[in-house]
């Protein structure tokens, strides 16, 4: 069964720092880009990746270019997201997910909510005095 199970989210200050996992299981990691997604309070799903890697090509908003940055490590089939200068707008319900590569490739594949195949259930992250 396919599985993408994120963690370490929470409450942090503004100004902070954080670090989201998310572990994948049940397809082949290396054939798939991932990338994340944020949802916040009252708002539809962002329609394109917060923040993508496919194919160790980095893709990114943005909203978030030089604050946050995404990291993968095949051999634990995991994708991480380093979010740096945390703000109060980033409060968002975070969700990784991934979208085949094999036929584009890293310039052609679809980034967007549309072009994902497996979501993962979403983590809370809060960022408040």
């Known amino acids: 069964e396919v599985q993408l199970v994120e963690s370490g989210g929470g409450l942090v200050q503004p100004g902070g720092y954080l670090r989201l996992s998310c572990v994948a299981s049940?397809?082949?990691?290396?054939?798939?880009?991932m990338s994340w997604f944020r949802q916040a309070p009252g708002k539809e799903r962002e329609g394109d990746s917060l923040?993508?890697?496919?194919?160790?090509?980095?893709f990114y908003t943005d909203s978030v270019k030089g604050r946050f940055n995404i990291f993968t490590d095949n051999a634990k089939n995991t994708v991480f997201i380093q979010m740096n200068n945390l703000k109060p707008e980033d409060t968002a319900v975070y969700c990784c997910?991934?979208?085949?590569?094999?036929?584009?490739?890293?310039?052609?594949?679809?980034?967007?909510?549309?072009?994902?195949?497996?979501w993962g259930q979403g983590i809370q992250v809060t960022v408040s005095s």
């Open positions: 923040i993508a890697n496919s194919c160790d090509r980095i």
């Open positions: 049940g397809f082949t990691f290396e054939d798939y880009a």
């Open positions: 997910a991934a979208a085949p590569v094999w036929i584009l490739g890293p310039f052609g594949t679809d980034l967007s909510t549309n072009g994902m195949n497996y």
